[in-house]
């Protein structure tokens, strides 16, 4: 993986995948400016945005010259997966992210994290855990199938434990 040439990084994944940690330590290393996708899609007390408001910003974030972001938003992939340089794939298992998903509620339970809207505070409700469990039955094959679409273009990483994501950061895995 040649830095210089990297400038858009495209990170998709289940809520408790790694994204928000991965899109960190890929900043530190590209340095590129980072873009969480919940940042646009939530508005304050985790009110939803208008969906055509969030495509705006989202692909107008797609069109700047730099940029890696991290988020799933699925309706909105095929654009980010045009534009980025290099797409990573958090395909972890189910466990893995509702085990992270209530860690991170645990151990920030009522604050904001960085990577969320203003006035979000950490929270775990019903909806929420449902859509975790199902991601993968929901949406796994139909991200497959997008960067399988994009395989002889783009470089695309599929990264299914912690050991594939040192690997990816240790520039050991290969696409």
């Given at each position: 993986?040649e830095?210089?040439?990297?400038?858009?990084?495209?990170?998709?994944g289940?809520?408790?995948?790694?994204?928000?940690?991965?899109?960190s330590?890929?900043k530190e290393?590209?340095?590129?400016p980072?873009y969480?996708?919940?940042?646009?899609?939530w508005?304050?007390h985790?009110?939803?945005?208008?969906?055509?408001?969030?495509?705006?910003s989202h692909n107008?974030l797609?069109l700047k010259?730099?940029?890696?972001i991290?988020?799933?938003?699925?309706?909105t992939?095929?654009?980010r997966?045009e534009?980025?340089?290099?797409?990573?794939?958090?395909?972890?298992?189910?466990?893995?992210?509702?085990?992270?998903?209530?860690?991170r509620w645990i151990?920030?339970?009522?604050n904001?994290m960085?990577?969320?809207?203003?006035?979000?505070p950490q929270?775990?409700d019903w909806?929420?855990?449902?859509?975790?469990?199902?991601?993968?039955?929901?949406f796994?094959k139909?991200?497959?199938?997008?960067?399988?679409?994009?395989?002889d273009?783009?470089?695309i990483y599929?990264?299914?434990?912690?050991?594939?994501?040192?690997?990816?950061?240790e520039?050991?895995l290969?696409?």
């Amino acid at each position: 993986m040649e830095k210089n040439n990297i400038k858009k990084i495209a990170l998709v994944g289940c809520a408790g995948s790694g994204k928000t940690t991965l899109a960190s330590q890929l900043k530190e290393i590209f340095n590129l400016p980072l873009y969480h996708l919940d940042k646009y899609y939530w508005k304050p007390h985790w009110q939803r945005a208008d969906f055509d408001e969030f495509c705006k910003s989202h692909n107008e974030l797609c069109l700047k010259d730099e940029w890696i972001i991290e988020g799933s938003y699925i309706r909105t992939l095929y654009e980010r997966i045009e534009h980025a340089d290099i797409i990573i794939f958090l395909d972890m298992p189910r466990y893995v992210c509702l085990w992270r998903v209530f860690k991170r509620w645990i151990l920030n339970w009522g604050n904001t994290m960085p990577d969320s809207p203003e006035n979000c505070p950490q929270k775990l409700d019903w909806t929420f855990l449902k859509w975790v469990w199902n991601f993968n039955a929901r949406f796994r094959k139909s991200i497959l199938h997008m960067l399988d679409e994009y395989a002889d273009e783009k470089s695309i990483y599929i990264l299914r434990s912690t050991n594939d994501v040192q690997s990816f950061l240790e520039g050991k895995l290969r696409k």
